[in-house]
């Protein structure tokens, strides 16, 4: 094969827990009589709230086909390439099994959004019922030099507390603010999903929504912009990188000769998967000779009767830009190169253009 897909799972795969039944079809056409794939896969999620391993183990489960951790891209991924951040103590925020997570990608000192609220008690105070009923001496000064936002919390009013604490006082929370300590310490981010979807028939909050009222928060205090020392998950460039590094890779392992020319991306958001499939695609052409192409479903976020606006200016009166802040508005990123029904369209569409036969 001379191309290989990269396949978002929310919305494409699956709703929620439930697998979406083109799927399993889709995949059964992907793989010969041993489970082995025919063309390289990967699977590239925005999802940040697992590991790996547990991600492929889910999928094999769902999909009927066996899927290894080096197929799966989860949000976070990339930060195994961030290692001058692996040894620092750096506050994480998410939910999950979020040390595990973060040591897995190589960070040596993670602490907990939890782990700070009982060092520092009195920080937490919205919730009357969860206040200390005794006031604790603050323990010896400790200090956090990097926030890592790997995807919404369950307790946002806490999360959004103690993140503000950590950034307004560089790192050394429970001591009193210092506004003019900018730019604050390094914030990673993951994620930037205004919105996905599960069983609900409307989409749900995503971690963009978090980091939409984190920004806007800190804008209100201080007067100034919140700054990411990186973004990543879709629509990233870097995800995409290191989603065809993946590519590559499977395809070295297997021993394919022929270089892969195509990627495909399949997903069901305009704004993470053809934004940033697109935007790889610029980046690939002006690079090597390879292409990424967008592919929609409509099993998830897109609806072919929402509409696209034609002016990101002309948003507040129009359908509303879901992308992130830090991301310019251009119609052409948010134009797919195909749209078909579901995944088993797509698998089908692009062994037609690839006149592929399994």
């Known amino acids: ?46 999802a940040g709230n697992c590991l790996r391993q547990k991600k492929a183990d889910q999928l094999s489960h769902l999909l009927g086909v066996p899927i290894s951790q080096d197929q799966v891209m ?62 604790h001496s603050q323990e010896q000064l400790f200090s956090l030099s990097t ?58 909050f995503g971690h963009g929504t978090f980091m939409v009222c984190l920004e806007n928060i800190y804008k209100k205090i201080t007067g100034k912009d919140l700054k990411y020392e990186v973004l990543m998950g879709k629509p990233s460039r870097l995800t995409y990188q290191y989603a065809e590094h993946l590519i590559r890779a499977q395809a070295l392992q297997r021993s394919w000769e022929q270089p892969i020319h195509t990627l495909y991306a399949v997903g069901d958001n305009l704004m993470t998967d053809v934004y940033g499939a697109n935007l790889w695609e610029n980046e690939l052409a002006s690079a090597t000779a390879a292409h990424c192409r967008s592919v929609l479903v409509c099993t998830g976020v897109y609806s072919p009767h929402s509409e696209v606006p034609l002016d990101a200016r002309d948003s507040v ?42």
């Open 147 to 204: 926030v890592v936002l790997f995807g919404e919390p369950v307790r946002w009013e806490t999360s959004l507390q103690l993140i503000i604490d950590v950034l307004l006082t560089s790192g050394y929370p429970g001591n009193p603010y210092e506004q003019e300590n900018y730019p604050h310490i390094p914030v990673l981010a993951c994620n930037m999903d205004l919105m996905w979807v599960a069983e609900a028939q409307s989409p749900r």
């Open 74 to 135: 989860m949000s976070h991924s990339p930060l195994r390439m961030f290692k001058h951040y692996h040894e620092k103590c750096v506050l994480v925020s998410g939910q999950g099994p979020l040390l595990d997570i973060a040591q897995d990608l190589g960070f040596c000192q993670p602490i907990t959004i939890d782990t700070l609220r009982e060092k520092r008690p009195l920080l937490d105070a919205v919730d009357h019922d969860r206040r200390p009923s005794v006031l």
């Open 1 to 46: 094969p001379s191309f290989g897909f990269l396949f978002d799972i929310d919305g494409v795969l699956v709703r929620g827990k439930t697998p979406i039944p083109a799927a399993r079809t889709a995949f059964q056409k992907l793989v010969n009589s041993q489970g082995q794939f025919l063309v390289p896969v990967v699977f590239v999620t925005n």
């Open 317 to 358: 009166t129009q359908t509303v830009f879901h992308g992130h802040r830090d991301f310019r508005f251009d119609p052409g990123l948010v134009e797919p190169d195909h749209i078909v029904p579901d995944v088993d369209a797509a698998v089908d569409l692009v062994f037609q253009l690839e006149n592929f036969a399994p």
